[in-house]
C-alpha cells in the first residue's frame, strides 16, 4: 500500500514563499508519476503540477505556471513544490497523489491518480 504525506504548509503573506514536500512510501517511488492538486472552500479540486517518473516530463495549472516549481527526489522517495509569489487565490488545501501507470507522462487528471496524500492548509494573506 503507498502512503502518501504532505509537509510544508502554513501561513504567508502576499507575495512569499513556501516549499511543499510529498513524501512517499510503499511502492518504488521512482516509478511513479507525481502531481499535486488544490481545493478551496466550495470548489472542486484542480490540477496544480506535474512531474513524470523520470523528472523529465512536467506540467503546470496555467494559473502557477512561472510561480511554482514542481520537483522530485527518488533517492529521499519525496515530490516538491515550491511556490513563490504568492497570492491570496492560492489558498487551499494541497494535496499530493501518485499514480503507477507505466507511461512516464505527468498526468493533469484527478482521475487517473490511485494514490492521495491527507492534504496540507496553505493560507495566503491579503
Known amino acids: 500500500q503507498v502512503q502518501l504525506v504532505e509537509s510544508g504548509g502554513g501561513l504567508v503573506q502576499a507575495g512569499g514563499s513556501l516549499r511543499l514536500a510529498c513524501a512517499a512510501s510503499g511502492r518504488t517511488f521512482s516509478s511513479s508519476a507525481m502531481g499535486w492538486f488544490r481545493q478551496a472552500p466550495g470548489k472542486k479540486r484542480e490540477f496544480v503540477a506535474a512531474?513524470?517518473?523520470?523528472?523529465?516530463?512536467?506540467n503546470y495549472a496555467e494559473t502557477v505556471k512561472g510561480r511554482f516549481t514542481i520537483s522530485r527526489d527518488n533517492a529521499k522517495n519525496t515530490v516538491y513544490l515550491q511556490m513563490n509569489s504568492l497570492k491570496p487565490e492560492d489558498t487551499a488545501v494541497y494535496y499530493c497523489?501518485?499514480?503507477?501507470?507505466?507511461?512516464?507522462?505527468?498526468?493533469?487528471?484527478?482521475?487517473?491518480?490511485?494514490?492521495w496524500g491527507q492534504g496540507t492548509q496553505v493560507t495566503v494573506s491579503s
Open positions: 497523489a501518485a499514480t503507477y501507470a507505466s507511461s512516464g507522462y505527468a498526468y493533469t487528471n484527478d482521475n487517473e491518480y490511485d494514490y
Open positions: 512531474i513524470g517518473w523520470g523528472g523529465v516530463r512536467i
